[in-house]
Each structure stands twice: as structure tokens, then as C-alpha cells.
């Protein structure tokens, strides 16, 4: 909620100050509050503290989408914003991969303040290394008002279209990064290590292939047609349903890889088509607060939502399916993937009408 949440004003501010300045803040904070968990005494401290982590992160993807928007041109802002956006593969892959050797090596508390130090020690680098593109001081539209912005999209059907398709995809996404690991130890007999050898090979290959294809296809196609920002993931979605759902009844490690392959990359194809277009739909000294919209929407429904869903869907499966049903709830919940695409296809009828011409962004 926080996160969500928080992520509006601190957008807001960005857009009307410095969108570096307010990335740099929020990463010292998130960075304090991450170190200050390794230290914690009980599960009122964890919990307090991990809000503050919440808190500092609102304040960084948002500014950082609309500061890359402002560095690159059209025609290769989409790579841009997906090369940004490795950071979601790598970071689960890394979080899988090296996570089960931490915690079975080191104690937990140590993560968390070696994790937070070294956000610290960024902070000076990335200020000396990030800085804003020059803003003419006379243009009028650099102090923004938040009731100015939220009518402007509000009136675009592509961005409510796309925001809720991309929504039901993370839906999908976070629940299945969530329990997705369970399901595997449970098929195949795995224990930690093994599972996050599985897992996180899957995140890695697939999530960095499917991220870099998406922002290559989107510069390519979507440059001379718009409606492609949405086409793209619409498609990656009908693909990555069936996929995913053959993978996760698979009995044998040695088929579910290479099938579970191909949906991890194409259901997070969507990162450099979406984000780019919402770039598109507001000007300039607009672009935080809207990516931050769009990022409350995506995040209440599939943070909010998707972890919780599929386990309450397991716990009321559980009579018909016994041990099997946290398999059977991540499959039935694929359908969103579906109603994602549909919301996509229709958010190309009116994406290239809403995109604003180049000269005004």
C-alpha cells in the first residue's frame, strides 16, 4: 500500500524538482531501512522497518522512467526503459539463485545490512553519475499540479487499458514468483538449493530475453505503427497462458524447464512496449506523476492481489486436490493472462488517437 501509494507525490515531486534528486533520496532511504532489518529484534522492528523500505521505493521507478524518457529518443526509448528494466529478472533471478546458498551459509541478518550498505555508498555515485537533462526555467509546465495530470489521462482509454492488462499480468507474475518455487519442490523432490537452481535459471535466461525482445520489437515496430505497444504483449500473453500451464503439469524437471522457458520470457515482454507508451500519452514534465498512475494500478492489483489469490485458491482446493493444489490454483489463475490480452488488444484501438505528437513530448 506504501508503495503504491507513496509513489504519487514522490512522482509529483520529481516532475516539479529534480527526478534525479528525488531518485538519490529514495534510495538512501530505502538503503537505511533495508540495513536497519539486520538489526532488528522482534517482528514489530522487521515490520516497521519494512515499511520504510516501502516508503524509500516509491520513490525510484517512477522518476526513473520518465528521466530515461527524457535521455533517449523514440526511436530507441523502448530498449532504454526495457534494458532499465533487467533489474526485475536479475534481481529475482540473483534473489533465487543466491538466496538459498545465504540462507544456508550466512546468517539472514547479514544480507540485509551488507544489501543496505552498499545502497548507501551508491548514492554519492549515482548523484555524481545521474543527472537531469536542462528544463527551461519560463516553461510553464514544469510546476504541474496534480489536478492537471490526472484528468489528462483520465480521458485516454489506452492508458486505463493498458494499465489493468499489465496489472492482470503481474497479477500472474508476482503470485507465481511467489509460489511457483513451492510447486517445483513439491513436483520433483527438490530441496532448497536445487529449487533455486531451477527457478532461478529460469528467471535469469527467460526474464533477460524477454525484457530485451520486447524493447527491441517495440523500437522496430512500434516506431511507425503505436498500436504495436500494445499488440506485442498481447500476443506475448496468449503465448505465455498455455505455456506456463503445460510447464507447471509437468512431471519431469526435464521437460518443465524448457517449456517453463518460454513464458518466463514473454509474460515480462511487456516492460519496454507499456512503459514507453505511458511515456507517450502525457508530455514531458508530466511523465513520473503518469508513470507513477499507472504504477499504482499495476501494483495494488498484482502485488496486492495475485501472492494472496493463488495461496487463498490452494487453501479452498486443498479437498479436491489434496497435495496438488497450490499446482492446480497457479494454473487456474493463468487465466488473467488472457483477460490481459484481451484488454491489450483493445488498448491498440485507441493507443495511436492518444499517443501525443512528438513535438509536445
Known sequence: ????????????????????????????????????????????????????????????????????????????RARALAIYSLGIPIGLAAGTLLGAY???????????????????????????????????????????????????????????????????SSLCGYGLALWTPSVVMSNFGFDLVHTGQFFGSLLLVGGVAGVLAGGWLADRFATADARWYAWLPAIAWLVTAPTFA????????????????????????????????????VPSPMRATASASFLLINNLIGLGIGPLLMGRMADLMKASYGTEALRYATVYCLGFYVLAALLALLAARSLRRDIIPVEQG
Request: charged share 10%.
Open 1 to 76: 500500500m506504501l508503495y503504491s501509494l507513496l509513489a504519487v507525490p514522490f512522482a509529483l515531486l520529481a516532475d516539479r524538482t529534480s527526478r534525479s534528486g528525488v531518485i538519490a533520496v529514495a534510495l538512501t532511504i530505502w538503503s537505511v531501512f533495508t540495513a536497519l532489518c539486520g538489526i532488528a529484534t522482534g517482528f514489530g522492528q522487521l515490520f516497521l522497518f519494512r515499511l520504510g523500505v516501502g516508503v524509500g521505493e516509491a520513490g525510484g521507478v517512477a522518476p526513473s522512467y520518465a528521466l530515461i524518457a527524457d535521455y533517449f529518443p523514440e526511436g530507441a
Open 102 to 168: 545465504i540462507a544456508a551459509a550466512v546468517e539472514w541478518r547479514t544480507a540485509f545490512l551488507v544489501v543496505g550498505i552498499a545502497g548507501i555508498v551508491i548514492v554519492p555515485l549515482f548523484r555524481r553519475g545521474v543527472r537531469d537533462l536542462p528544463r527551461a526555467p519560463t516553461d510553464s509546465a514544469r510546476r504541474v499540479p496534480l489536478r492537471r495530470v490526472f484528468p489528462i489521462i483520465a480521458r485516454k482509454p489506452s492508458f486505463w487499458l493498458l494499465a489493468f492488462a499489465s496489472s492482470f
Open 246 to 281: 503445460v510447464g507447471l503439469l509437468a512431471h519431469s524437471p526435464w521437460v518443465a524447464w524448457p517449456v517453463l522457458l518460454i513464458p518466463n520470457a514473454l509474460n515480462i515482454l511487456w516492460l519496454g512496449p507499456v512503459t514507453t507508451a505511458v511515456q507517450k500519452l
